[in-house]
């Protein structure tokens, strides 16, 4: 039961930080927007909320001297990938700040880029907080007043990833994984299914040469190499005129 509701709460955990990693690439961007300023505090809220129950959960199970050998080699499974889930939620808020201070909406200070990302991020965001719809209530000077909020975040989120390395002694790598390298990749799943992100990326499809994909015809090199000989005999008369009129 405990390796089920830890494997259930990581899942959760894991697909907020993704959608929160989605949400921060909008910002500087055309897509960038109050609402996305809105959208990055309360799913940042959310991945927090849900990482201080895993740890608690997590660090009980592993301090539990009455695990068995097998349970506890999953405990610390499930420990190592918490634990890099909290690294990337970390790495995304530094991030989500940097850019915060040097886009900000309120007062702009530089043009939004053009990533030649489009659409709303909202959807996205209603996915993280398991809702069906967005509500919007924030004041008009969120993306400033964020700011400081998102900086003292940054250092609560350090301070538990210390904490946590100092209450449990669990060696990364030591921990054996149960997949190989790539399996999620090859999963015969749905990209449609699985994907949290509903911001689309402009590219060129790669068009096919030739029509029906064929090869060139034979005739093709045939036809250049008899041009080329009769400029090469061209060439020849023409110079054999010059000199006999010289």
Known sequence: MGK??????????NKVTACYRHLVI??????????????LKSTRTKAQELAAANRTKLTALLKDKST???????YERLWVLFSSSMDLLEVDMKRSLEIGQDFPLKV???HLIQTGMTGSTTTVAARA?????????ADANIDTADLKDLQKEITQVSQMMEEMEEKVQVAPWAVEAKQEAGAELKSSMS???SS????SICEE???????????????????????FCIIIAFAGVLGFLVINMS
């Open 129 to 137: 907080m398991s809702v069906q719809n967005m509500k919007y209530e």
């Open 108 to 110: 702009p200070t530089r």
């Open 196 to 199: 949290v992100g509903v911001i």
């Open 205 to 227: 499809e790669p068009k096919e040469e030739g029509g029906g994909g064929g090869g060139s015809s034979p005739l093709v090199p045939l036809c250049a190499m008899f041009i």
């Open 191 to 193: 990209v449609g299914n």
């Open 4 to 13: 089920d509701e830890c494997k259930t709460m990581l899942d959760a955990l």
């Open 26 to 39: 909008a910002l500087g961007s055309t897509s960038d927007s109050q609402n996305l300023r809105e959208e």
């Open 68 to 74: 068995s050998a097998e349970d506890r080699a999953e």
